[in-house]
């Protein structure tokens, strides 16, 4: 711990910071990837459709979901931010990571994937490419819904056999440019 008027670093609370950022970026794509297959195609299925069909307009009501995720981010990073030691330094990297995964998810599968913004360069990035192509096999329903998880779809659909489909997709998606 610091004491007040000290100028080190605390080191334990930047660790701690820094890995729990990297971790709950990471377990973020679990989250989505278990709340995709288990609330949204289930139960929140009238919310999610939204997604499903041709977007009429900037918004959809699937984009809900972003916001529900966004709550506990901002929380954690207030109280993380508010307040000093260990514990808050814990919840702000949580925040943190969450946040971090929620502006990943964003860029590409509302940018790439479905095309509401431009992402520049990164449309040129052949894991991306590949990412982009796993959801169109999604919103198919080739594999009964696989893949559910965004940036680790491809073990997804790699796990069901989805192989070759997901690479005739990547070389489609690359000679329309």
């Known amino acids: 711990?610091?004491?007040?008027?000290?100028?080190?670093?605390?080191?334990?609370?930047?660790?701690?910071?820094?890995?729990?950022?990297?971790?709950?970026?990471?377990?973020?794509?679990?989250?989505?990837?278990?709340?995709?297959?288990?609330?949204?195609?289930?139960?929140?299925?009238?919310?999610?459709?939204?997604?499903?069909?041709?977007?009429?307009?900037?918004?959809?009501?699937?984009?809900?979901?972003?916001?529900?995720n966004a709550v506990p981010a901002i929380a954690l990073m207030s109280y993380?931010?508010?307040h000093q030691g260990l514990l808050p330094g814990l919840c702000f990297g949580t925040g943190l990571g969450i946040t971090i995964f929620g502006m990943a998810y964003m860029f590409v599968h509302d940018g790439l994937v479905h095309q509401r913004f431009s992402v520049g360069p990164l449309a040129d990035v052949p894991y991306f490419r590949k990412v982009a192509a796993a959801h169109q096999i999604h919103h198919a329903n080739l594999f009964d819904g696989v893949p559910y998880g965004l940036f680790l779809g491809l073990k997804e659909l790699e796990a069901v056999g989805g192989e070759l489909e997901l690479k005739k997709l990547v070389s489609n998606r690359h000679h329309k440019k």
Not at 15 to 20: F, K, P
């Open 1 to 68: 711990m610091q004491e007040k008027g000290s100028s080190e670093l605390p080191a334990l609370e930047i660790l701690g910071t820094v890995s729990l950022a990297l971790g709950a970026a990471v377990g973020m794509e679990f989250w989505a990837r278990w709340a995709h297959k288990a609330l949204w195609h289930s139960c929140l299925w009238s919310m999610h459709k939204s997604h499903h069909v041709p977007r009429q307009g900037p918004f959809e009501v699937n984009d809900v979901f972003a916001i529900v």
């Open 80 to 82: 993380g931010f508010s």
